[in-house]
């Protein structure tokens, strides 16, 4: 089985920062892009940034400049660095990536996600 894992969310002041963890463990034999996710109450699950194997990346308008995204391919883990948080940041995020498995069958998987409040 595969699980992610993520860490780091809290409770903060607008301008702090956050920085988030996402660790895959199980039966991994390769993991492709890996992507932070973020959802507020009724409304859609948003791309917030993503990160190749190969690290090529791409943020979303909202977010760019102030989250960086980075990747541990040794640890299998993915990152995302929030600085000048504002309000608008706080949801529920989630990451996401394609885990191809030691039986060979590709999959997605998404983490638990973790609540980040920006308080202004």
């Known amino acids: 089985q595969v699980q992610l894992v993520e860490s780091g969310g809290g409770l903060v002041q607008a301008g702090g920062s956050l920085r988030l963890s996402c660790a895959a463990s199980?039966?991994?034999?390769?993991?492709?892009?890996m992507a932070w996710h973020r959802q507020t109450p009724g409304k859609q699950r948003d791309l917030v940034a993503v990160?190749?194997?190969?690290?090529?990346?791409n943020y979303a308008d909202s977010v760019k400049g102030r989250f960086t995204i980075s990747r541990d391919n040794a640890k299998n883990t993915v990152y995302l660095q929030m600085n000048s948080l504002k309000p608008e940041d706080t949801a529920v995020y989630y990451c996401?990536?394609?885990?191809?498995?030691?039986?060979?069958?590709?999959?997605?998987?998404w983490g638990q996600g973790t609540q980040v409040t920006v308080s202004s």
């Open positions: 990160i190749t194997r190969d690290g090529s990346i």
């Open positions: 996401n990536t394609k885990i191809t498995r030691r039986d060979f069958r590709s999959e997605e998987y």
């Open positions: 199980g039966s991994i034999l390769s993991i492709n892009a």
